[in-house]
C-alpha cells in the first residue's frame, strides 16, 4: 500500500528565507506527484505537477523535483513571505487508484 | 461555473441524523472525487466517479456512506445516521481527464460536517 510521508510536520521561518519541504513515498510506481496548498479552512490548491517522466517543475517561485526511484520530491520556496503561510500537502498518484496525500506541512512564515 | 462548488460550506448534525453534501463540478469536467479530512490530516479518497458511473467506491468507510452523480454533473455525498467520528471536512475534486492518474485535480473549499 502506497505511504505518503512529509517532513517537517511543521515549519517557522522569517520572511525571505528560501526553504525545503520534503515528501517521500513507499513505492516508486507512480504517475504522476502533485503539490497542493491549503489556507485554514479552504480547499487545495494545486500548485505543480509533476510527471513520472519529468524531473522537476517551476512556477515563480516554486521548485518541485522528484527523484521517482528514491521516492523522494522536494518542494523548494524561495523568498518566502508571509502570504506564503499555509499548509503544503504532497500526493501521488500510484497508477489506477486515486492521489494518496501525505499529512502535510505547516509552514509560517514570520514577517 | 469557474471552480469547483459545495455546499452548505458547514454542517452541524445531531448524532443519528442523515446529511447530504452537494458539490458542482467545473463544467465539463469528467472525473469526480470525494475526499475526507479529518483534523490534521490530509485527505483520504472515498470515491470517484467518471461520468454518472461509480467506478471506485473502496474508501467509503461503511454502508452508511452513499455517493451518486445521476446526470454527470453535480454529485450528492450522503451521510445516514451520523456519527461522531463522522466529523471532517468532505472535499469535492474534479478533473478535465477520464483516467484517475494523470489529470490535475481541482478541488473545492469543502463541506465541514460536524457532529453532535
Known amino acids: 500500500k502506497q505511504e505518503v510521508t512529509q517532513i517537517p510536520a511543521a515549519l517557522s521561518v522569517p520572511e525571505g528565507e528560501n526553504l525545503v519541504l520534503n515528501c517521500s513515498f513507499t513505492?516508486?510506481?507512480?504517475?504522476?506527484l502533485q503539490w497542493f496548498r491549503q489556507d485554514p479552512g479552504k480547499g487545495l490548491t494545486s500548485l505543480l505537477l509533476?510527471?513520472?517522466?519529468?524531473r522537476e517543475q517551476t512556477s515563480g517561485r516554486l521548485n518541485a523535483s522528484l527523484d521517482k526511484s528514491s521516492g523522494r520530491s522536494t518542494l523548494y520556496i524561495a523568498a518566502s513571505q508571509p502570504g506564503d503561510s499555509a499548509t503544503y500537502l504532497c500526493a501521488v498518484s500510484p497508477g489506477n487508484t486515486p492521489l494518496v496525500f501525505g499529512k502535510g506541512t505547516r509552514l509560517s512564515v514570520i514577517a | 461555473g469557474a471552480g469547483v462548488s459545495q455546499s452548505p460550506r458547514y454542517k452541524v448534525a445531531k448524532r443519528g441524523q442523515d446529511v447530504a453534501l452537494r458539490c458542482d463540478p467545473i463544467?465539463?469536467?469528467?472525473?469526480l472525487f470525494w475526499y475526507q479530512q479529518a483534523l490534521g490530516q490530509g485527505p483520504e479518497f472515498l470515491t470517484y466517479f467518471q461520468n454518472e458511473a461509480q467506478l471506485d467506491k473502496s474508501g467509503l468507510p461503511s454502508d452508511r456512506f452513499f455517493a451518486e452523480r445521476p446526470e454527470g454533473s453535480v454529485s450528492t455525498l450522503k451521510i445516514q445516521r451520523t456519527q461522531q467520528e463522522d466529523s471532517a471536512v468532505y472535499l469535492c475534486a474534479s478533473s478535465l481527464v477520464v483516467t484517475t492518474n494523470t489529470g490535475e485535480l481541482f478541488f473545492g473549499e469543502g463541506s465541514r460536517l460536524t457532529v453532535l
Open positions: 463544467s465539463g469536467h469528467v472525473s
Open positions: 513505492d516508486s510506481a507512480i504517475y504522476n
Open positions: 509533476i510527471q513520472s517522466s519529468q
